[in-house]
């Protein structure tokens, strides 16, 4: 089971990344699949999640600006982000949960990917 995560890069304040994370080995349909990141010097953080293909959730810090999506043919979760800021550099970490525990806490998911690194510049 592996969980393999792309996209990130070098973008200027205000642009757009959309990161995607890849299963393979196993359907994770019927998961909660989620992003966090992990910014130098502090804590691996929730971003968004969802589950069954329809219930998004997003941290406070993202509303409005990043968009969940999952495409189940293709087992890949995505990760749209606009309007990034020096904020949002990070390394992103997508993971997936078989259970139905609070979808904000790492500790409730089974797989993680490797995590893909987010560079935002002025």
């Known amino acids: 089971v592996q969980l393999q995560a792309s996209g990130g890069g070098l973008v200027r304040t205000g642009g757009s990344l959309r990161l995607s994370c890849a299963a393979s080995g196993h359907s994770f349909i019927g998961y909660t699949m989620g992003w966090f990141r992990q910014a130098p010097g502090k804590e691996r953080e929730f971003v968004a999640a969802?589950?069954?293909?329809?219930?998004?959730n997003y941290a406070d810090s993202v509303k409005g600006r990043f968009t969940i999506s999952r495409d189940s043919a293709k087992n890949t979760v995505y990760l749209q982000m606009n309007s990034l800021n020096a904020e949002d550099t990070a390394v992103y970490y997508c993971?997936?949960?078989?259970?139905?525990?609070?979808?904000?806490?790492?500790?409730?998911?089974?797989?993680w990917g490797q995590g893909t690194l987010v560079t935002v510049s002025s």
């Open positions: 993971a997936a949960d078989n259970g139905s525990g609070n979808y904000r806490v790492m500790r409730e998911y089974d797989y």
């Open positions: 969802i589950r069954s293909g329809i219930t998004a």
